[in-house]
């Protein structure tokens, strides 16, 4: 399976954008899909993540009430709706995909996923 991102770029504090992810290879439905980011000297950090058998998701605390993650598998793509954008949301931003029903102790593990797709740059000018 493959993963692209897309939908980055400048934006100024308090603005919003929405990242898309399209999978190829095989269905989004049969996977858990999520998001993470990663910003310059900083660890890779989990944002989001939308079950994969149930519209059940989850959230980093940092993002919480300004990202909506979503999926639309007839389109084979998962978003991330980013609103009320601050400075420290600056980073890489990566999507993921694990074959695997995560759950709420595994989900924000960047190592329960198997795939990645190659980052989309998010930068919000204060």
């Known amino acids: 399976v493959q993963l692209q991102a897309s939908g980055g770029g400048l934006v100024q504090a308090g603005g919003s954008l929405r990242l898309s992810c399209s999978v190829s290879?095989?269905?989004?439905?049969?996977?858990?899909p999520g998001w993470f980011r990663q910003a310059p000297g900083k660890e890779r950090e989990f944002v989001a993540a939308?079950?994969?058998?149930?519209?059940?998701?989850f959230y980093a605390d940092s993002v919480k009430g300004r990202f909506t993650i979503s999926r639309d598998n007839a389109k084979n793509t998962l978003y991330l709706q980013m609103s009320s954008l601050r400075p420290e949301d600056t980073a890489v931003y990566y999507c993921?995909?694990?074959?695997?029903?995560?759950?709420?102790?595994?989900?924000?593990?960047?190592?329960?996923?198997?795939?990645w797709g190659q980052g989309t740059q998010v930068t919000v000018s204060s």
């Open positions: 939308i079950r994969r058998d149930s519209p059940q998701t």
């Open positions: 993921a995909a694990s074959p695997l029903e995560l759950i709420a102790s595994t989900v924000r593990r960047g190592d329960s996923y198997d795939y």
């Open positions: 290879g095989r269905t989004l439905s049969t996977y858990t």
